[in-house]
């Protein structure tokens, strides 16, 4: 601290005193001629302030005859503890020039702000008093606005500070993606420089873009991709596993290379955005609770005590919404070992659709037989090219496509 700093330096043949001019009431005046024959370092604010006080700042340096020191910059000094300037006057702990529009650039030796003060060079000589006139100018501040268009609005969710003129826009403090949560919307991990989302912002490329600054306070707006709800970004076949039963956006192609997918029975929504997900095969769980275990209201509706085990993408589907998505080279392997079943089924898309709606999809595959339970009745093995079993009214299905080799 450069207050600090001066005072070891001068050790104890330098002593400096914080004054103001004036304090709340006349009985606490400032008494100067406590400070005879010391050095007087005036700071004239103009309209600043100073310890929320906009009266003159004044510092009294004890130099012994013939010396020199530097003088503190108050513009950037803070006390670590009180310095009483007087009996009675109240001074905060902290000393710090500033304005609620304005900050002071320089220091100046005349009244006229013609001879700036440089505190790395300029000294104070003992005897000889000195007065500074500050001169303020507007803040500028450039500012990175990040948020998202919604209903004809812009809707911010974090602002950068201190920008500087040329700086590339980056997310750097990672502020973005949970503050679009909190407003119920999902960052699709794509920024751009207009409302539009046609000119894209390549994060900390300059080349792509960076603040144009200017003589005055500029705020940029940089405006997200994004789609209402939670959704979790899905990129990889581990990340198609890990959120198979949350609202899921594709973000590209997926090649499974022949590993198992499982969706069980699916409840959220499935955004494919034009994206395939290939060369999977078709999970199931047939244990005796196992959620592809259903009763047996699909085949025989007078035995509701029969299980019915379900092979299919999403199983029962209930307020779901799955679109703008292909599957293709899907593989159902029919494998089951658990003899507690009655019936097997098989269906390319769902067993049940509740208050679910489909759109643009495609599934492309193949039923593949490799065993039933010791026992079963074959009869009751159902392999169907129906994309599913049942269907009520309020579940639609649009632009749906289905091609499967049995």
């Known amino acids: ?7 070891f330096s001068l050790i ?28 007087l370092v005036t700071y004239v604010l103009n309209g600043g302030t100073y310890s929320n006080s906009k009266v003159d700042v004044k510092f009294y340096y004890n130099l012994p005859e013939g010396a020199t020191c530097k003088v503190i910059n108050i513009d950037d000094v803070k006390m670590d503890k009180k310095v009483e300037p007087a009996d009675n006057c109240d001074v905060d702990e902290t000393y710090k020039a500033d304005t609620e529009s304005s900050y002071i650039t320089y220091w100046y030796k005349d009244e006229a702000l013609t001879q700036p003060f440089d505190f790395k060079q300029d000294v104070l000589t003992a005897g000889t008093n000195l007065t500074l006139y ?22 911010s969710l974090y602002i950068y500070e201190n920008v500087s003129k040329g700086l590339p826009f980056s997310d750097y ?28 912002v390549i994060p900390s490329d300059k080349d792509s873009f960076a603040h144009p600054g200017g003589d005055v306070s500029t705020e ?34 997926i090649d499974c290379e022949g590993k198992t997918l499982t969706f069980g029975n699916y409840q959220k929504s499935f955004m494919g955005n034009g994206h395939t997900i290939s060369n999977f095969v078709v999970g199931f769980d047939e244990k005796l609770n196992g959620t592809n275990n259903y009763n047996n209201k699909y085949y025989d509706e007078t035995d509701t005590t029969k299980k019915t085990l379900g092979i299919s993408l999403f199983g029962q589907c209930n307020n779901a919404e799955i679109k703008d998505v292909t599957f293709d080279n ?13 019936y097997i089924g098989v269906n390319p898309l769902a067993f049940e659709l509740k208050k679910t709606k489909v759109n643009n999809v495609t599934i492309n595959g193949k039923y593949e037989f490799v065993k039933l ?21 309020q579940s639609s299905l649009e632009n749906v496509n289905c091609n499967i080799v049995k």
């Not at 330098?14 to 024959?37: H, K, M, P, Q, V």
């Open 330 to 342: 899907v593989t159902y392997r029919i494998n089951v070992s658990n003899s507690f079943f009655t």
């Open 173 to 200: 403090l990672y502020k973005v993606e949970p503050a679009a949560k909190k407003a119920g919307i999902t960052f699709l991990e794509k920024y751009y420089s207009d409302p539009e989302l046609t000119n894209e």
């Open 134 to 155: 500050a001169k303020w100018e507007p803040k500028i501040k450039h500012t990175y606005n990040v948020g998202y268009m919604k209903d004809g609005e812009f809707k």
């Open 220 to 253: 940029v707006k940089i405006y997200i991709d994004y789609i209402d709800g939670e959704y979790k970004l899905v990129k990889t076949y581990s990340d198609l596993n890990k959120y198979a039963f949350n609202n899921i956006y594709l973000m590209n192609d």
């Open 373 to 393: 339970p010791n026992g079963f009745v074959n009869e009751n093995y159902f392999a169907s090219d129906e994309l599913y079993v049942v269907k009520d009214e």
């Open 1 to 7: 601290m450069k207050h600090k700093k001066i005072l």
């Open 12 to 39: 104890s043949s330098l002593f400096i005193t914080l004054a103001l001019t004036s304090c709340n009431s006349s009985s606490n005046s400032f008494d100067e001629a406590r400070y005879e024959g010391q050095t």
